[in-house]
């Protein structure tokens, strides 16, 4: 039986420490069988050079199998060079062995469990970047991707038991920043009001999503960062010696 755990953005080397053998030491008995889920912002497909090497070799050094959805900070040009590949029911990238792109709208069967998945978010800092080396407009989910979502989890009668995103609900993110006072309130991008329709209409267990770099549980939603949970069952535990979450920014 494999093993589950799902965490926060990883942004290349800045926040992969809470990975590190001290911080999650539950991955000394952990196979490639066994999987961690990071909910966006991966960039270890940026430069395609000497700063990706050095990432994917650190992910290709653990013992277990890392899959992610992409965020908005993904080198998506770089990113759709990939291969894809089918992998336990839904299409992927696979960057290595054990680095795996879970892509968007769709749905894996992980352990028996199903998973969809929907990467992307709109870049609130993205008039501070530049087009095409430090910013993509691929970062939005296009039409067709949603529309092919939502086909899929027709096909699923809109039902599935997890849900793994990098930006939240609107309505989610809203309670939530209020709640912490974290002084950021969406806008309606298109993929949050799509999210807002999903909880409406779709059936599922637990929904874990990032991008927003802090860690907050509120019903049945996670925003993920420095914490790292396992699934036991249809519930979320924390594991590891977490790290205290940093302020949003």
């Known amino acids: 039986m494999a093993r589950i755990f799902i965490t926060g953005d990883t942004h290349g080397?800045?926040?992969i420490g809470k990975l590190t053998?001290?911080?999650?030491?539950?991955?000394?008995?952990?196979?490639r069988d066994d999987i961690v889920i990071v909910c966006g912002d991966f960039g270890a497909v940026w430069?395609?050079?000497?700063?990706?090497?050095y990432v994917q070799n650190w992910w290709k050094g653990?013992?277990?199998?890392?899959?992610?959805v992409d965020g908005n900070h993904e080198n998506f040009e770089k990113l759709d060079q990939y291969q894809v590949e089918e992998w336990n029911g839904g299409s992927i990238h696979r960057i290595a062995d054990n680095i795996i792109h879970l892509m968007r709208g769709q749905i894996y069967t992980i352990d028996g469990k199903t998973f969809y998945t929907m990467g992307g978010a709109e870049s609130i800092d993205k008039a501070y970047r530049q087009a095409y080396i430090s910013w993509w407009p691929e970062e939005i989910p296009s039409y067709a991707e949603m529309a092919a979502g939502f086909n899929n989890l027709e096909a699923y009668s809109d039902k599935v038991d997890f849900i793994i995103t990098h930006e939240g609900p609107q309505s989610v993110v809203t309670h939530m920043t209020r709640k912490i006072n974290a002084g950021y309130t969406p806008s309606g991008y298109s993929v949050n009001e799509m999210f807002d329709a999903m909880i409406r209409s779709v059936e599922f267990k637990r929904w874990f999503f990032g991008h927003h770099h802090f860690d907050e549980i509120a019903g049945r939603f996670?925003?993920?960062?420095?914490?790292?949970?396992?699934l036991v069952g249809d519930e979320a535990r924390l594991v590891g010696n977490s790290i205290a979450p940093l302020a949003w920014s």
Request: hydrophobic share 20%; charged share 35%; with cysteine.
């Open 13 to 15: 080397d800045i926040d």
């Open 21 to 31: 053998t001290r911080r999650f030491p539950e991955q000394k008995d952990l196979t």
């Open 47 to 53: 430069d395609g050079a000497g700063h990706d090497r």
């Open 62 to 68: 653990k013992p277990f199998t890392v899959c992610f």
């Open 222 to 230: 996670t925003c993920c960062y420095q914490k790292i949970y396992e």
